[in-house]
T-cell receptor, first 110, second 113 residues
Framework: QKEVEQNSGPLSVPEGAIASLNCTYSDRVSQSFFWYRQYSGKSPELIMS????GDKEDGRFTAQLNKASQYVSLLIRDSQPSDSATYLCAVNGPGYALNFGKGTSLLVTP | SQTIHQWPATLVQPVGSPLSLECTVE??????LYWYRQAAGRGLQLLFY??????ISSEVPQNLSASRPQDRQFILSSKKLLLSDSGFYLCAWSSGQSNSPLHFGNGTRLTVT
């Protein structure tokens, strides 16, 4: 079973701070990595994808990938209360499906 | 643009009753289709995926089944529900190309009583 591991949290950060979310994966040959945001009672929505080692920035979000360490992270700059949600890390799986971690709960306090 | 429809939004069913959840995708052809379940306090569990009409791959042995009668229609079924079938059921689609993300429907919250 290919594992995707995340700290469940909750991770609490003050408004305006940087939130750092981490994810490790077990399958060394994984090629595609995604971050999803899931608000309580809602379905996951795609935030970012990353395929190559290094950083990828999109607005306040930065995804970081280190394939040698099998590590993916998501940084959220200038965190807002509306960023409070569960963040899911996903890695490519069978039939182009994705294997998901259990998610990290983020709470941004005003 | 592509849209995915999933219904119903909520469902309460007694143990032993049948189940049918439907999902349709618009605005794309030959999508890959997926059913996931998210139980309380647990991660997203892949149940079934399909890369074409009539083709279903099952990831978890259980009392659920899936069918794809049309290119953009995916159905999740059960003949007899168990209490453990309660959860948040999510349909998703992808373009079928490697490295493509999944896009989820709004989900169905199923409570088996």
């Amino acid at each position: 079973q290919k594992e995707v591991e995340q700290n469940s949290g909750p991770l609490s950060v003050p408004e305006g701070a940087i939130a750092s979310l981490n994810c490790t994966y077990s399958d060394r040959v994984s090629q595609s990595f995604f971050w999803y945001r899931q608000y309580s009672g809602k379905s996951p929505e795609l935030i970012m994808s990353i395929y190559s080692n290094g950083d990828k920035e999109d607005g306040r979000f930065t995804a970081q990938l280190n394939k040698a360490s099998q590590y993916v992270s998501l940084l959220i700059r200038d965190s807002q209360p509306s960023d409070s949600a569960t963040y899911l890390c996903a890695v490519n799986g069978p039939g182009y499906a994705l294997n998901f971690g259990k998610g990290t709960s983020l709470l941004v306090t005003p | 643009s592509q849209t995915i429809h999933q219904w119903p939004a909520t469902l309460v069913q007694p143990v032993g009753s049948p189940l049918s959840l439907e999902c349709t995708v618009e605005g794309t052809s030959n999508p890959n289709l997926y059913w996931y379940r998210q139980a309380a306090g647990r991660g997203l569990q892949l149940l079934f995926y399909s890369v074409g009409i009539g083709q279903i791959s099952s990831e978890v042995p259980q009392n659920l089944s899936a069918s794809r009668p049309q290119d953009r229609q995916f159905i999740l079924s059960s003949k007899k529900l168990l209490l453990s079938d309660s959860g948040f059921y999510l349909c998703a689609w992808s373009s079928g190309q490697s490295n493509s993300p999944l896009h989820f429907g709004n989900g169905t919250r199923l409570t088996v009583t």
